[in-house]
């Protein structure tokens, strides 16, 4: 049976997870590729509160590590690093003086620029959002973070946490609207290392093997 997921001594290096293995792996034979990019975009009607919406990612940035972890490689083991997340901002861009054309044009060149961000996993940020405002009442929102550090889920969970920062934060709330969180991904990367070793590892080895060799039989 598996250990209990507790949280990890962080007295000590922390490994990455195995996936977040592999991704090195892969960004070590092609540095900056942006393949494993997670662009988002999405259009805000509304008047925004540029303070409140910076003050909502700072806080996302404090509450999950993993958006401000870096990775380093030392003696041929890859280890985690969480940042401190003081020297984090979101990029804002105004773009109300130009005129429609002029206007769209910008937005479409900045768009496909942030989504093509190429991440340094060593140097990081791995999470950028930027703000562009169209005009007093119309703006896009931008976030793109690297693989290494997110999946589809967890940018659900992130989209919800903002708008509920954002209320909170609005009507002078905190961000104890949200729940604490006990266990980090790191803490979850050191349990699965911890564990997945030794016999343990050969047994889960051996049994995905046969799988797979059962299921290329078949085809």
Same mark, same amino acid.
């Given at each position: 049976? /598996?250990? $209990?997921?507790?949280?990890? %001594?962080?007295?000590?290096?922390?490994?990455?997870?195995?996936?977040?293995?592999?991704?090195?792996?892969?960004?070590?034979?092609? $540095?900056?590729?942006?393949?494993?990019?997670? $662009?988002?975009?999405?259009?805000?009607?509304?008047?925004?509160?540029?303070?409140?919406?910076?003050?909502?990612?700072?806080?996302?940035?404090?509450?999950?590590?993993?958006?401000?972890?870096?990775?380093?490689?030392? %003696?041929?083991?890859?280890?985690?690093?969480?940042?401190?997340?003081?020297?984090?901002?979101?990029?804002?861009?105004?773009?109300?003086?130009?005129?429609?054309?002029?206007?769209?044009?910008?937005?479409?060149?900045?768009?496909?620029?942030?989504?093509?961000?190429?991440?340094?996993?060593? /140097?990081? $940020?791995?999470?950028?959002?930027?703000?562009?405002?169209?005009?007093?009442?119309?703006?896009?929102?931008?976030?793109?973070?690297?693989?290494?550090?997110?999946?589809?889920?967890?940018?659900?969970?992130?989209?919800?946490?903002?708008?509920?920062?954002?209320?909170?934060?609005?009507?002078?709330?905190?961000?104890?609207?949200?729940?604490?969180?006990?266990?980090?991904?790191? %803490?979850?990367? /050191?349990?699965?290392?911890?564990?997945?070793?030794?016999?343990?590892?050969?047994?889960?080895?051996?049994?995905?093997?046969?799988?797979?060799?059962?299921?290329? /039989?078949?085809?």
């Amino acid at each position: 049976n /598996a250990p $209990p997921l507790l949280p990890a %001594d962080r007295t000590l290096p922390i490994l990455v997870s195995f996936s977040q293995l592999r991704l090195w792996i892969i960004d070590r034979f092609q $540095p900056g590729n942006v393949t494993y990019n997670m $662009p988002l975009a999405v259009k805000i009607n509304g008047e925004i509160d540029l303070a409140v919406l910076e003050k909502v990612f700072k806080a996302l940035v404090v509450r999950h590590e993993s958006l401000r972890t870096t990775f380093y490689e030392e %003696d041929g083991e890859v280890y985690q690093r969480v940042r401190d997340a003081s020297d984090w901002s979101v990029v804002f861009e105004d773009l109300r003086d130009l005129n429609e054309t002029a206007r769209q044009e910008r937005l479409g060149e900045l768009v496909v620029q942030h989504a093509l961000t190429q991440f340094d996993l060593v /140097a990081g $940020p791995l999470f950028k959002v930027s703000l562009v405002r169209l005009s007093n009442e119309s703006q896009v929102l931008m976030a793109n973070m690297h693989h290494i550090i997110s999946d589809g889920w967890s940018v659900r969970v992130l989209l919800q946490e903002m708008v509920a920062l954002y209320f909170a934060f609005s009507q002078g709330g905190d961000a104890s609207v949200l729940p604490s969180l006990p266990i980090q991904y790191a %803490d979850y990367a /050191a349990w699965q290392r911890n564990w997945l070793q030794g016999e343990v590892l050969e047994e889960q080895l051996t049994y995905w093997k046969e799988k797979l060799a059962r299921a290329s /039989a078949r085809n």
